[in-house]
């Protein structure tokens, strides 16, 4: 498995932005569909956006295409998860996933790399 850090969470107003990465050591992520989920206190984790590494094509879920990116950087083995126009429903804990198909998925069984999580708040 590879080791996957995320970073950039914090407590931001509604309407502001923040960029989450997720930096992957171990080896490489070549091959691999990346995603990141959410999961809000009292809910069930949540499929927010995937990525294919190889390629670059991306999946978003309805209730964040048009606001959030993904995006990667091979040369740095990190993914990224840009957030714009951040709503009070956006707050929960975002997890980075690795070792998922190659062209990626919304379903989080798929992944057998995670993250530990990054803290994201959006204040009303």
């Known amino acids: 498995q590879v080791q996957l850090v995320e970073s950039g969470g914090g407590l931001v107003q509604a309407g502001g932005s923040l960029r989450l990465s997720c930096a992957a050591s171990?080896?490489?992520?070549?091959?691999?569909?990346m995603g990141w989920f959410r999961q809000a206190p009292g809910k069930e984790r949540e499929f927010v956006a995937t990525?294919?590494?190889?390629?670059?094509?991306?999946l978003y879920a309805d209730s964040v295409r048009g606001r959030f990116t993904i995006s990667r950087d091979i040369t740095k083995n990190t993914v990224y998860l840009q957030m714009n126009s951040l709503k009070p429903e956006d707050t929960a804990v975002y997890h980075c996933?690795?070792?998922?198909?190659?062209?990626?998925?919304?379903?989080?069984?798929?992944?057998?790399?995670w993250g530990q999580g990054t803290q994201v708040t959006v204040s009303s």
């Open positions: 171990g080896r490489s992520l070549r091959g691999s569909g």
């Open positions: 990525i294919a590494w190889s390629v670059g094509s991306a």
């Open positions: 996933a690795a070792d998922g198909p190659p062209f990626g998925t919304k379903r989080s069984t798929d992944f057998r790399s």
